[in-house]
């Protein structure tokens, strides 16, 4: 499976982006989705999450109640949703797919066993 994510920026703190991940290769229906995040200096991070039917949500503490995750598995694309965005948002951000049904944590980078290529956010204050 190959995962494609996109939609990053430059954007003043406050404002929004919606990233999209999509993925090629594999049955989408079937994989629990992960968001993770880099920021130099620090450990990725965990962001969110959505389980394969999308009828579950997982999100970091930081940013409950400012993203949201979705998903169209009839596009097989995940999305992120992130609004009034702050300057500590910055890092680059990867989806996660897990390919094989590891019954580890939703927020446990170990769960995930493809990932995109990143796209960078940055949020000026």
């Known amino acids: 499976v190959q995962l494609a994510d996109f939609g990053g920026g430059l954007v003043q703190a406050g404002g929004s982006l919606r990233l999209s991940c999509v993925a090629s290769?594999?049955?989408?229906?079937?994989?629990?989705m992960g968001w993770f995040r880099h920021a130099p200096g620090k450990f990725r991070e965990f962001v969110a999450a959505?389980?394969?039917?999308?009828?579950?949500?997982y999100f970091e503490d930081s940013v409950k109640g400012r993203f949201t995750i979705s998903r169209d598995n009839t596009m097989n694309t995940v999305y992120l949703q992130m609004n009034d965005l702050k300057p500590e948002d910055t890092a680059v951000y990867y989806c996660a797919a897990d390919l094989g049904g590891r019954p580890l944590a939703y927020g446990d980078d170990e769960k995930y066993d493809s990932w995109g290529q990143g796209t960078q956010v940055t949020v000026s204050s």
């Open positions: 290769g594999g049955i989408f229906s079937s994989y629990d």
């Open positions: 959505i389980t394969r039917s999308g009828d579950r949500t």
